[in-house]
């Protein structure tokens, strides 16, 4: 039906939002790494500037995204429990929604003649 393949995007949007998250950690603990070891921008290869002032933010900046990965990361997996039962519960109900649409069809032809 139309609502259990919603159910299945909604769990393959939060398995890819899981799997971003999981790649963006790997890549703020190397940015981290490379800006303390170059002393410059990861991505643009700019210097940082201010006598160590501007690196240590931005390592910070890191630092705080990567601290928010486990609740993020707690969050995805909590919602995709959540879908994933709603999607087995739908699954279940299939056939009987298919009866019934089938009861309704004959019953409105029933009725027609």
């Known amino acids: 039906s139309a609502k259990t393949e919603q159910k299945v995007a909604e769990m393959e949007a939060v398995r890819a939002s899981h799997k971003e998250l999981s790649i963006g950690t790997r890549f703020f603990t190397h940015y981290i790494s490379r800006a303390r070891s170059h002393h410059n921008c990861p ?3 700019r210097d940082f500037v201010g006598g160590g002032e501007e690196e240590t933010e931005f390592v910070q900046m890191l630092q705080n ?9 707690a969050k995805l997996e909590e919602d ?6 709603t999607a087995r519960s739908l699954k ?15 019953i409105a032809e029933a009725e027609a003649e």
């Open 65 to 73: 995204k990567m601290a928010q990965a486990p609740a993020k990361t």
């Open 92 to 106: 279940e109900l299939q056939p009987s929604w298919i009866q019934y649409e089938q009861l309704s069809h004959e």
């Open 80 to 85: 995709l429990r959540g879908l994933e039962a």
């Open 43 to 45: 991505l643009c290869e």
